[in-house]
């Protein structure tokens, strides 16, 4: 009976030792999984990778680019930044309008594009970031945007606005975005933001001087048109005188060659065309001598005509 008993015992503490085995693996299992993660970084994003320890410091492991994850690994976290561009629009209106050169309140708009370079996101996440963890990664790029260009950006764009006369700025507006475009990149040029573009516009002036400036607008366009109606009635003017010069040339040549005796011979032409005519029949009655229609101005006194012009040589 006791090697029964004895018997029993042993297969009592096998079954319980491994069933103990068991219970410990099933809970090493559990805390892995608990513990572990395989950390997914999508696409248009740069992953910064930290493992974390039970006893002991947090440590860098690597940065991975979307899309793509590390596989499974023992406490294995990722913090997501964005690479892809961003366009802010800084708005200077209201108390923010810049004076300028001629003390002129000008109104106007920035707009800058910029990201985050994907091989300096373990600088930014390490010395740009003051949100490091945060859930949203667009929130991250956006707070470290307003804590190191936001200001500098403004600063440039006020500066160089108001070194220009107010009316001028339009006209300069382009090289204006420039000059900012230049500064801000050269302090951002070993940081981890690129700036891609920067423009200048929206430019609006107090309604005074809008309203101001489209008056002169329309009167100088009035002028213009003005202008231009006096220049057509000098051309007409111009023209007609051409044309009477012409009609006056033409009369004193009609009035030298038209002589009595060429009048007469043109009569006699006219004359023996319409004879060889079949489709008229003309009486001719003798006038003047030789049976010529009479040419010139009869004298009832006398009851002859004038002699004959002859033209002048």
Do not use: C
């Not at 099933?26 to 395989?38: C, D, M, Q």
């Not at 009479?294 to 033209?311: A, E, H, K, M």
Request: aromatic letters at 8%; hydrophobic letters at 40%.
């Amino acid at each position: 009976m006791k090697s029964i008993d004895m018997n029993s015992s042993r297969v009592g503490l096998r079954t319980g030792i491994i069933m103990l085995l068991i219970f410990a693996i099933v809970a090493l299992i559990a805390v892995w999984f608990i513990g572990s993660g395989n950390p997914v970084t999508p696409a248009g994003y740069v992953g910064y990778l930290t493992q974390g320890a039970i006893f002991g410091r947090e440590k860098f492991i690597g940065t991975q680019n979307g899309p793509t994850s590390p596989g499974r690994t023992w406490l294995m976290k990722v913090t997501n930044v964005s690479i892809t561009p961003y366009t802010y629009n800084e708005e200077f209106q209201g108390t923010e309008a810049v004076l300028s050169k001629d003390n002129l309140k000008i109104v106007f708009r920035v707009h800058v594009v910029w990201k985050i370079r994907p091989d300096k996101v373990k600088d930014f996440i390490e010395h740009y970031s003051t949100m490091y963890g945060a859930d949203k990664a667009d929130a991250l790029v956006e707070d470290s945007y307003k804590n190191f260009l936001r200001e500098p950006l403004r600063t440039f764009a006020r500066d160089e606005v108001q070194q220009h006369d107010g009316m001028k700025i339009k006209d300069d507006i382009t090289p204006i975005g420039k000059r900012v475009f230049d500064r801000i990149l050269a302090i951002s040029q070993e940081t981890p933001f690129e700036i891609m573009s920067v423009v200048v516009g929206n430019i609006q002036y107090p309604e005074q001087v809008a309203n101001a400036v489209a008056l002169k607008l329309a009167a100088t366009q009035d002028l213009e048109r003005k202008k231009i109606e006096i220049d057509q009635a000098e051309m007409d003017k111009k023209k007609r005188i051409v044309e009477a010069e012409g009609i006056a040339g033409a009369m004193e040549v009609v009035n030298q060659k038209l002589t009595p005796l060429y009048i007469q011979h043109e009569a006699l032409e006219s004359q023996k065309s319409m004879i060889n005519s079949p489709n008229h029949t003309t009486i001719y009655i003798p006038v003047g001598p030789m049976g010529v229609p009479l040419v010139g101005t009869f004298d009832s006194t006398t009851g002859t005509t004038p002699t004959p012009r002859q033209p002048a040589r």
